[in-house]
């Protein structure tokens, strides 16, 4: 089976700009989470989505939002991009059940200037 | 703060010898779950061990978990270079809304 996907792998945006960041979960799996790594305050959740809809959301601001669609595959945006939002945004995907390991992929490097 | 915190923050030994990480978890858990990540890359899950669980094992992977204490262990023994990443622990526990919660690693190096 294919691993879970995520393009781009690097980007670099400026100041007020947004960005779009895609995830292909494998094949099968219903949940996608998304995870923002930094090094100062290490993994930090964003989101969950199952099924195409939110199930649940971490403590960031309205600027960061996401969806799923009808194949599983799920976006994250981000917009008015800040400096602190320079991260690896990692996201996995799981099985249906909360005790189902998390699949990540390699994430996608974002530098904001 | 991070439901999960791992102690230490990191680690260096030699090929061959065991490692030891500890991670410390605040609230109720359904299970908790160790990663490991290799430099910019995505986590890898390594094992699963749930509440009413006390030792599980998984080839060179030893997990315990004491939920008293609200501490689990991992070791790794005969450590490899290859083994050299951060580890982290995930638990469940219903902090944030999130479905795992990640701690902040320790980063083990095993020297050749």
């Known amino acids: 089976k294919a691993g879970v996907t995520q393009t781009p792998r690097y980007l670099i945006k400026t100041r007020g700009q947004q960005v779009t960041l895609s995830c292909s979960p494998i094949?099968?799996?219903?949940?996608v989470s998304w995870y923002q790594q930094t090094p100062g305050q290490g993994l930090q959740f964003l989101f969950e989505y199952f099924s195409e809809t939110q199930r649940n959301k971490g403590n960031f601001p309205g600027r960061f939002s996401g969806r799923q669609f009808s194949n599983s595959r799920s976006e994250m945006n981000v917009s008015t991009l800040e400096l602190g939002d320079s991260a690896l945004y990692l996201c996995?995907?799981?099985?249906?059940?909360?005790?189902?390991?998390?699949?990540f992929g390699n994430g996608t490097r974002l530098t904001v200037t | 703060s991070q439901q999960g915190e791992e102690d230490p923050q990191a680690l260096s030994i030699q090929e061959g010898e065991n490692a030891t990480m500890n991670c410390s978890y605040k609230?109720?858990?359904?299970?908790l779950q160790w990663y490991r990540q290799n430099s910019g890359r995505g986590l890898v899950h390594l094992i699963l061990?749930?509440?009413?669980?006390r030792e599980k094992h998984s080839g060179r992977l030893r997990v315990t978990l004491d939920t008293s204490k609200k501490s689990s262990s991992l070791l790794i023994t005969a450590s490899r270079a290859a083994d050299t990443a951060s580890y982290f622990c995930a638990t469940d526990g219903e902090t944030s809304g999130s479905r795992l919660t990640f701690g902040e690693g320790t980063q083990l190096t095993v020297n050749p």
């Open positions: 996995a995907s799981s099985l249906a059940g909360f005790d189902s390991p998390l699949h």
């Open positions: 609230t109720s858990i359904n299970n």
């Open positions: 061990i749930r509440s009413n669980e």
């Open positions: 094949s099968g799996h219903r949940s």
